[in-house]
């Protein structure tokens, strides 16, 4: 079965620091890949998503993903992070060809500090 | 306003109290699903439903039960609810079910569960 890997459980940064959360999935077929963001308190929230074409995705609130299909990643990046960006982020894949099931990974906190 | 309506918010129940959780969302979607939030675990599908009347177990489907009667409503029900249930529980729907689930996926707001 296709499993996500988040490789950092807790992340620290200071504001206008760079920021990059890595993530791997398990499958070597066509794949969705998603990043969501949890804000405290909140419900989890679409920041990007890549089905196909370029594989540099933008999302809202500056952020960017790269799929590298060759590594099995699509790391999640924000050149200058600001204190509101301290959220939970969770990578998430969906096999099309296999399963319609959305597997998230474990999720990663971010913590900016001010 | 396009959303995913999940009630209750909280709960607090005993151990072997059957309770439902509903969910109901009004963007026409065919695809629902259920998710359990743990601290360590992120999310973890219950169950999912590509449309009327077709359920599918997730990875923990375990002391769960799921029914799709409308395509609007998809209630999650915990029979014999023990105390490794409680957890933060969440709905979510998605437009695009053939050829995989392609759209993005909207969330309720979550249902806070304590089983004593």
């Known amino acids: 079965a296709q499993s996500v890997s988040q490789h950092n459980h807790h992340v620290i940064l200071s504001e206008a620091a760079s920021l990059e959360l890595g993530c791997n999935y398990s499958y070597g077929g066509t794949v969705n890949l998603f990043w969501y963001v949890q804000y405290p308190g909140q419900h989890l929230q679409l920041l990007l998503k890549y089905f196909s074409g370029d594989p540099l995705v933008k999302g809202i609130k500056g952020f960017e993903a790269e799929f590298i299909k060759s590594k099995f990643s699509f790391n999640l990046r924000k050149p200058s992070v600001q204190w509101s960006d301290t959220a939970e982020y969770f990578c998430?894949?969906?096999?099309?060809?296999?399963?319609?099931?959305?597997?998230f990974g474990k999720g990663t906190r971010l913590h900016i500090l001010p | 306003e396009a959303q995913v309506t999940q009630n209750p918010r909280y709960l607090i129940t005993v151990t072997g109290k059957k309770l439902t959780v509903t969910c109901s969302q009004n963007m026409n979607h065919e695809y629902m699903s259920w998710y359990r939030q743990d601290p360590g675990l992120g999310l973890r599908q219950i169950y999912y439903s590509m449309n009327v009347e077709v359920t599918d177990k997730g990875d923990v489907p375990e002391g769960y039960k799921v029914s799709r009667k409308e395509k609007r409503n998809f209630p999650l029900i915990l029979e014999s609810p023990s105390p490794n249930q409680t957890s933060l529980y969440f709905c979510?729907?998605?437009?695009?079910?053939?050829?995989?689930?392609?759209?993005?996926?909207?969330f309720g707001s979550g249902t806070q569960l304590s089983v004593l």
């Open positions: 998430a894949v969906n096999a099309p060809g296999r399963d319609d099931k959305i597997i």
């Open positions: 979510a729907s998605s437009l695009d079910s053939t050829g995989g689930v392609g759209e993005k996926l909207f």
